[in-house]
Every structure is written in C-alpha cells, then in structure tokens.
C-alpha cells in the first residue's frame, strides 16, 4: 500500500501519457490555427505532472536534496525518451527530438514548482514554530 502511495501517481501519469502516445495520428483531434501551441503546450503540462509526481516519489517526505530533483528529472526525462520511441510505430506519428526538449523543460518545471512549494511550506512551519517558543 505504500509503493501505491508514493509511487502511484507517477506510474498512473506515464500511463496517461502512454496512451495518448498511442493514439493514431487520424484520430487526434485539430485545434487550428492553435494546434501546434496546444499540443506542445501538452507536452510541457503533461510532463510538468509527471516531473512533480515522480519528484514525489523520490522524496517521499525526506528532506529534499538536489539528489532527489536531479534522480526525478533523469526519471521523467527518460520516460520521455521511451515515449518518443514508443510513438515512433504508431501509425501517423512520429518521433521527434523537440517534443523530447519540451517534456524535459515541462519536467523540470513541475519538480521546480514541487520544490518551491515544499521550500514555501516548510519556512512557514519553521517560522509558525519560532513564534510559539
């Protein structure tokens, strides 16, 4: 139960991702004059989510250390390498190494925005517990 804990949105975020990346090129949906921005803009969201869930569960409630974001984005950028591969035999897709650039940019992102917070966070609760001394 606690593997599902840490490690669970991370794996359901690659799944996500896994099966848009299978999606044959004919049946993604056109946004116009926005399609590129909207699908890029994807990329980076989509792994932002999965760069913060998979920093979560390399921390797991330790003290953060540039350990744990540098092991979360070789994770995320790894997962995007394996998803340009995996996208390259679906039909009506292709691999490119852009989109590889964009989701390790959007993984990057979301582990410096989990960081921040997580940073945020803790010099509230250190503050909150010098005022009650």
């Known amino acids: 139960m606690a593997w ?14 896994f ?3 299978g999606t044959p090129g004919s049946e993604l ?7 590129i921005l909207a699908k890029k803009g994807g990329h ?12 979560y569960g390399v921390n797991y409630g330790r003290s953060a250390t540039i350990r ?5 984005a ?15 035999y679906v039909p009506g897709r292709n691999s490119s190494f ?9 993984g990057l992102i979301g582990i410096a925005i989990i960081c921040l917070l ?5 010099n509230r609760h250190a503050a909150a517990d010098s005022c009650s001394k």
Do not use: N
Request: charged share 15%.
């Open 4 to 17: 599902i804990k840490r490690w669970g949105p991370a794996v359901f975020f690659m799944a996500v991702i």
């Open 74 to 88: 070789l994770m995320t950028i790894l997962y995007a390498v394996s998803d340009e591969w995996h996208q390259k």
């Open 29 to 35: 949906p056109e946004f116009g004059v926005w399609d």
């Open 98 to 106: 852009l989109d590889i650039c964009i989701d390790a940019i959007g």
């Open 19 to 21: 099966l848009i990346s």
């Open 118 to 122: 997580r940073k945020s966070q803790s």
């Open 44 to 55: 980076l969201l989509g792994y932002a989510v999965l760069g913060s869930a998979s920093y």
């Open 68 to 72: 744990h974001f540098i092991l979360a």
